[in-house]
């Protein structure tokens, strides 16, 4: 579940109640499975061919078949009367080429792509890619710069997720400032007061997120053993997948932190949110990000954080979470220590970090998106 899914289904989900909006969503049976379960019941459905077919012929080939499906459908498609808005929620190929093709064929209508992360410089001093990552990274960078041109070139409106971002897209002049929308992201800031407080905190520490060289997670575990040198007994919540699992592992066996670092998987709904409020800080390590809404997921429950430094980081959480130098492991884990000691420090950043997360509230985010939408509309 990345942060543009979550962007699109609740946007949508909110969209989809008012009598003049009418939304269709082109997906895979997996999309369709995700939307439903977080609540998006009242659109039309398309679905395109499913993720499961990977085994034929690798992920890759199916994002190609993806796309060529929904180029189909772009040609197939009769637009009913009134504004049409084609809204591509990722870079990923299957998601913003067709969304160009509909684009192209009907030049009146509005296309608003979103494209959250711009690939990191996979060989640059500071890449979050190590080893035979780095091909990954070699990769991913030739497969999204087509996207990111002809986004710039034939977009209407792109949403990004922090406010460095928003200049990358405004060269060659045709896209002005106001057309590159910071998004952030939004959370649930209702749900977690149905969720009580323990009487004891279980976890010292909490990261969410995805198993992925840019989260930071293998270093992650560095920085926990720092904290258990100082506070032997300190435990760390991990809920998360991915790519990374394996090495993860390895490395908390290798630290001899089975006792101080849990593992649970992905999580939800309630059982994230009871981890959450069973923990005291959320840890965002990550070492390449354009923002992310899992840390202040957490803050929503009243938890303060702890990062890196880093540009994006700026906009996205100027409180609630203290900054560390990038990418000073050492201060990191002073960073953690200092709000698991400090009383006073502690209370404050618990303070800033709820009040921050009220600002994302999602109800409040999709009326703001929508707005801008609809003030883009020439007629």
């Known amino acids: 579940m990345s942060g543009g899914d979550r962007i699109w289904i609740e ?9 003049d909006i009418k939304i269709n969503v082109l997906t895979t049976i997996e999309g369709l499975e995700r939307a439903k379960y977080y609540g998006l019941s009242n659109v039309n459905y398309v679905i395109l061919s499913s993720l499961r077919a990977r085994k034929f012929g690798g992920v890759y080939f199916v994002y190609l078949l993806r796309m060529v499906k929904g180029i189909l459908v772009a040609f197939k498609l009769s637009l009913p009367s009134g504004r049409t808005v084609f809204f591509s929620s990722s870079d990923f190929v299957p ?8 684009k192209m064929r009907f030049r009146s209508s509005t296309w608003v792509a979103a494209f959250y992360l711009f690939a990191a410089n996979p060989v640059g001093k500071e890449s ?12 991913y960078s030739l497969y999204q710069m087509p996207v990111y041109l002809l986004i710039r070139k034939f977009a209407d409106m792109v949403w990004v997720t922090s406010e460095p ?8 002049g ?16 209702k749900t977690p007061n149905l969720v009580p407080e323990p009487a004891r905190k279980s976890f010292d520490g909490v990261f969410i997120g995805r198993f992925h060289p ?17 506070q032997k007994s300190a435990k760390l919540a991990i809920i998360g997948a991915g790519e990374l699992e394996g090495e ?29 409020k069973d923990s005291k800080v959320v840890v965002h390590p990550a070492i390449y990000d354009s923002g992310g809404m899992a840390a202040c997921e957490a803050m929503a429950c009243g938890l303060p954080g702890v990062s890196f430094d880093l540009p994006a ?10 900054k560390t130098p990038c990418f000073d492991l050492n201060a990191f884990a002073e960073n953690i220590l200092k709000l698991l000691n400090d009383t006073m420090l502690y209370k404050k950043t618990a303070e800033d970090a709820l009040n921050w997360a009220r600002e994302w509230d999602w109800d409040k985010r999709a009326d703001e998106l929508l707005s801008v939408v609809q003030s883009s509309f020439t007629y």
């Open 313 to 322: 980081l700026k906009s996205y959480y100027p409180k609630g979470m203290l």
């Open 174 to 189: 045709r896209l002005s400032l106001q057309d590159i929308i910071a998004v952030r992201g939004g959370v649930d800031t």
């Open 11 to 19: 946007c949508a989900k909110r969209w989809s109640e008012r009598r």
């Open 165 to 172: 971002d928003r200049y990358k897209f405004t060269r060659k």
């Open 248 to 276: 993860l592992r390895k490395k908390i066996s290798d630290y001899g932190l089975v006792n101080n670092v849990v593992l649970f998987g992905f999580k939800d709904g309630f059982e994230k949110l009871r981890i959450f």
């Open 214 to 230: 840019q989260k930071g997670v293998l270093e992650l575990i560095d920085i926990w053993r720092i904290v258990c040198e100082k």
């Open 95 to 102: 998601d913003s080429i067709p969304a160009w093709a509909m």
């Open 128 to 139: 979050p890619y190590k080893g035979l990552h780095r091909l990954k990274g070699v990769f």
